[in-house]
């Protein structure tokens, strides 16, 4: 495949990238299923035509291939504070989630009964 071919594979797998960032919601309640999940693999598909583009490189960039890293660098430049919002918005939640946990973990064994196989049994100590 081509340089070229392969610049072109990247402008678009960073633009699907672009707008499947823009669909995801700051309030991470708010998204439908998945859409971080595709927002991940859109990234590993890109990371394997960049590692395919690193095999390739084997000079000066042509005035068409720098025309497509241009267009790639202008979307980049768009796409890291959509990036750094999603990510901040998803570490809230994930801490959020773990005091959650924390709490909740702490009332569990609060209302558990113990076996006491049909005998009472007095807990007062």
């Known amino acids: 495949m081509k340089r070229i071919e392969r610049l072109t594979e990247f402008l678009e797998q960073t633009q699907a990238i672009y707008g499947q960032a823009t669909l995801i ?3 991470m309640d708010k998204n439908e299923a998945g859409q971080l999940e595709l927002l991940q ?3 590993d ?3 394997a035509t960049i590692e395919a583009l690193a095999d390739e490189i ?3 960039w ?6 497509i890293i241009d267009d790639i660098q202008q979307i980049e430049i768009q796409l890291q504070p959509l990036l750094k919002r999603v990510h901040e918005q998803f ?11 924390k709490v909740s973990g702490k009332y569990a064994g609060a209302y558990r ?6 005998s009472f049994i007095d807990q007062r100590k």
């Not at 042509?62 to 025309?67: M, P, W």
């Open 25 to 27: 919601d700051s309030d």
């Open 41 to 43: 693999e859109l990234f």
């Open 45 to 47: 598909e890109r990371q």
């Open 58 to 60: 084997t000079g000066d």
């Open 62 to 67: 042509s005035r068409d291939e720098q025309a």
């Open 91 to 101: 570490s809230t939640q994930m801490a959020r989630l773990g005091q959650t946990r």
């Open 113 to 118: 009964q113990t076996a006491s196989g049909g």
